[in-house]
């Protein structure tokens, strides 16, 4: 644990000055614990989500345990959570939103750990997004560190037991409701079962690869862009001659630096059409708002355009 936060710390904080996200229970506690003994300080952020009764007993336990692990600080941060795209959603929207108002500058460390990216990797296999939704979550995707993606949850466990530290048990964790619980004690088990052992560290090592890959596709599709920009727009002869990868890449990029939200597959690969297999078809409404209304993808006079619906693109305009 101590090895995997020391070169966190050494590849992404030289300055040794990090926040840690504090559930109480035992991963994060874990990682609460070797920061302490390898960072230079450490500032604990607990997050109070009040879903559960006792939650506040909870925090302040989690708060007091950090000042004993020898954190410099430790704050309760209590939130509100709304019900906008289901529990888990709203809880992790609510969460990231505190820690990082709360972080004061500071990279936020996390405890998820190799077996939390075995089932990320799952769940986006399940959703079929392609390469990006199965490269997992990233070391350092700033201001969020993930040191311990290398360690297993049961060496988490192991640690709290070593320093006599009592975990939290979320009963959240081990309710058959969430699409994540399942995985973690129905669909895992059974692939290791099958496939004879070994299977959480592959799916790692196969996000790892895929990460890889995707940052060199990231970076030429990012050239791909600027060669593109016309005006505000996207010239379509230079889109149309880049390989998929690229000009799908291409194109996510421009659409969320525009405004998109929640970009989906089908929605990317319809906005490809108006390259690829230009038929005089109208806009294609993306997620997201321009001054109150929706933002469309359109193509008009060679050129890719983004503008509203009230106000955009024409349709059926082509050259």
Known sequence: MRRAVREWLGAYASAGVVAVGLSGGADSLALTAAAAAEADAVDALVVDHRLQDGSEVVAAGAAAAAMRLGCRSARVL?????????????????????????????????????????????????????????????????????????????????????????????????????????????VLPLLEDVLGGGVAPALARTAAHLREDGEVLDALAEKLLDRARDAGGLRVETLATAAPALRRRALRAWLLERGAKSLTDSNLRAVEALVTQWRGQGGVAVGGSLNGTRLVAAREHGRLILGSDRTGPARGRHH
């Open 78 to 186: 209590t939130i509100e959570v709304g019900g906008e795209g289901g529990p888990e959603a709203a809880a992790r929207r609510a969460r990231y939103a505190a820690l990082d108002q709360a972080r004061d500058g500071l990279p936020v460390l996390l405890g998820h750990t190799l077996d939390d990216q075995a089932e990320t990797v799952l769940l986006g296999l399940g959703r079929g997004s392609g390469a990006r939704s199965i490269r997992g979550m990233a070391e350092f995707d700033e201001p969020w560190g993930r040191p311990l993606l290398g360690v297993r949850r049961a060496t988490t466990r192991q640690l709290c037991a070593d320093l006599g530290v009592d975990p939290h048990e979320d009963p959240h964790n081990s309710s058959p409701e969430f699409t994540r619980v399942r995985l973690r004690t129905e």
